[in-house]
């Protein structure tokens, strides 16, 4: 069964750092989601992509976070600096059609 | 903009029982779907079950099944014949627009 792919499953970094997760979505999916989900609350969506186009970026925190999805296939999160507050799984999802998602397993970071 | 309320924080129930879930949500859209999704303690987001908006009869996956009702806007999920494997998290989530929105979930746990 396909699989969205995230790297890497848990990253510690100290505050201030910068940080990178990785996401592969399924093959042929155009649509690609970041999420973050804080410890006991439901996922929000950070970043949408529709091939290597943002759709939606308005939750995102533009002053330290950045995504991209250069070819249309995977694609990079990268914070910095890092802050205690972004502690949080970070989840990666993809779609065919817009309805329906695979999650990828998450990346767990942990900001000291 | 969409919006969940999962009015029920916790639940737990003994296996093989019935449990219900509610989630009521608020869309402007008429167009839309809903969407059940479990978070096991390994934290995979996993598709339990799918409602499209404009289908009248009530989704069914095995043992579990929606109670639809598109004017109160409320979208409950039956679990039957309740098992241990079902201990998680889960999540309501309507999507409209290709945006998929969370509520902040039930944690639900089946005693042996």
């Known amino acids: 069964e396909a699989e969205v792919a995230q790297s890497p499953r848990y990253k510690i970094t100290e505050k201030s750092q910068a940080v990178a997760f990785w996401c592969d979505p399924i093959?042929?999916?155009?649509?690609l989601y970041w999420y973050r989900q804080i410890l006991g609350q439901g996922p929000e969506l950070l970043v949408q992509?529709?091939?290597?186009?943002?759709?939606?970026d308005s939750q995102l925190p533009k002053d330290r976070f950045s995504a991209e999805r250069l070819k249309g296939v995977d694609s990079t999160l990268k914070i910095q600096p890092a802050e205690l507050g972004d502690s949080a799984m970070y989840l990666c999802?993809?779609?065919?059609?817009?309805?329906?998602?695979?999650f990828g397993s998450g990346t767990r970071l942990t900001v000291v | 903009a969409q919006t969940v309320t999962q009015s029920q924080p916790e639940m737990s129930v003994q296996e093989a029982e019935t449990v219900t879930l509610s989630c009521t949500y608020d869309t402007s859209e008429n167009n839309y779907y809903l969407f059940w999704y479990k978070q096991p303690p390994s934290r995979q987001m996993i598709l339990v079950i799918r409602?499209?908006?404009?289908?009248?009869q009530n989704a069914t996956e095995n043992r579990f099944s929606v109670n639809f009702q598109k004017a109160a806007k409320s979208f409950s999920l039956k679990i039957s014949d309740s098992q241990l494997g079902d201990t998680a998290m889960y999540f309501c989530?309507?999507?409209?627009?290709?945006?998929?929105?969370f509520g902040q979930g039930t944690r639900l746990t089946i005693n042996p």
């Open positions: 409602q499209e908006a404009y289908k009248q």
């Open positions: 992509f529709q091939d290597e186009s943002v759709v939606d």
């Open positions: 999802a993809s779609s065919l059609d817009g309805y329906g998602y695979t």
């Open positions: 093959s042929g999916h155009a649509t």
């Open positions: 989530a309507p999507q409209g627009a290709q945006k998929l929105v």
